[in-house]
């Protein structure tokens, strides 16, 4: 299990600070994308986005919670990002084919992830494992940290599991929310194999101790 402690919940008076534990702890650092209109909640943008890579040394997932997406992955690109995620839902909404925003991360030498919300059938994933590095399976809904595990994803991570096992291709499934060493174990076994953990890391007086846990040690 690899872990992405997501910056969303560090301290943006003393970022690097966090970034300094990311880097000595941590397999991935998560970058939470939201724009105030694909979500309710605006979190930060290039500037941010840009210094994070100076300092960061595990690879960088950045999570985009915006309407667009298309429009901004070569910036993220050039900004370092070694992983970005889109969610199906910014894409159905626009009518744009999310094989192509995949192809267009691709491009640019960069995983490429979709992200469905915990309201978003998960068969919906199903016709991309060829395509794909990973999926994001929220197991709360985007556009805030600090909420309540969502206990359906885990059938739900279970699913794509199976369906991975039935098509002989196995992606990263990356899961995303309220998650920290109580429920780690469950997901482990349904079949998360990345874990974005924002509070439970960042609120915890023993960020390396947690941080183990949840990657099993
Ligand atoms: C929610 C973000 C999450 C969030 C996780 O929209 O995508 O990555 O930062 O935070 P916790 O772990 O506190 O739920
Ligand atoms: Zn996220």
Redesign the pocket.
């Known amino acids: 299990m690899k872990v992405a402690p ?4 560090g301290n943006f008076l003393n970022l690097e600070k966090d970034l300094d534990m990311v880097n000595e702890y941590a397999d991935l650092i ?1 970058v ?1 994308v ?1 724009d105030g209109t694909f ?1 309710p ?1 605006i979190s930060f943008g290039f500037p941010v986005v840009d210094a994070i890579a100076k300092v960061i040394k595990v690879p960088m997932d950045v ?1 985009l ?1 915006i309407i667009n997406p298309d429009k901004y992955i070569e910036r993220f690109s050039r900004s370092g990002a070694n992983m970005i995620s889109f969610h199906l839902e910014a894409a159905e909404k626009e009518g744009k084919d999310p094989k192509e925003i995949i192809d267009l991360i691709h491009s640019f030498g960069v995983k490429a992830g979709i992200a469905i919300n915990p309201d978003v059938p998960v068969e919906k994933l199903f016709p991309y494992i060829q395509d794909v590095d990973f999926f994001l399976v ?10 309540k ?1 969502i206990e359906a994803s885990v059938q739900r991570i279970e699913s794509l599991r199976e369906e991975m096992k039935r098509s002989g291709t196995f992606k990263d499934i990356e899961v ?5 060493p109580d429920n780690i174990e469950i997901l482990r076994q349904a079949g998360c194999t990345i874990c ?8 915890a007086s023993d960020r390396a101790k947690v941080i183990a846990e949840l990657r099993g040690e």
Do not use: E, T
């Open positions: 997501s910056i969303l919940s998560h939470d939201m979500v909640n999570h919670m929220m197991s709360v809904f985007a556009g805030f940290g600090g909420q595990f995303d929310g309220g998650i920290g974005v953990a924002g509070s439970s890391v960042f609120h």
